[in-house]
Nanobody, 127 residues
Framework: QVQLAESGGGLVQAGDSLRLSCAASERTFGNYRMGWFRQAPGKQRELVAAISHFSVTVYADFVNGRFAISRDNAKNTMYLQMNSLTPEDTGVYYC?????????????????????WGQGTQVTVSS
């Protein structure tokens, strides 16, 4: 399994931006379908965005155009640019990977369909 490490979280104010990074351990990173998930206290882990091997992307409805997922296969790294943050975006953000092929949104959004996870990075947005 590929090893993943997130970075870039922190404490920001509402309306600010953050850029999260997810570094992968393998040069075959380009073969993996990737996703960003988040988990707030007392809530289930939910998909934020997913990106295919060829950078096809999907977003959760709550993103509403504020976030952008991207990947640089040459650097074995995935990114999540988050703009116009609100307190509701507070949580631990995880990156995830799977070697499975691209799928429907319901499959992409299910954490059980990813077999590699990072340790998470905390994002806290104050009002």
């Amino acid at each position: 399994q590929v090893q993943l490490a997130e970075s870039g979280g922190g404490l920001v104010q509402a309306g600010d931006s953050l850029r999260l990074s997810c570094a992968a351990s393998e040069r075959t990173f380009g073969n993996y379908r990737m996703g960003w998930f988040r988990q707030a206290p007392g809530k289930q882990r939910e998909l934020v965005a997913a990106i295919s091997h060829f950078s096809v992307t999907v977003y959760a409805d709550f993103v509403n155009g504020r976030f952008a997922i991207s990947r640089d296969n040459a650097k074995n790294t995935m990114y999540l640019q988050m703009n116009s943050l609100t307190p509701e975006d507070t949580g631990v953000y995880y990156c995830a990977a799977t070697a499975a092929s691209w799928a429907s949104y319901n499959v992409l959004a299910d954490p059980r369909n990813y077999n590699s996870w990072g340790q998470g990075t905390q994002v806290t947005v104050s009002s």
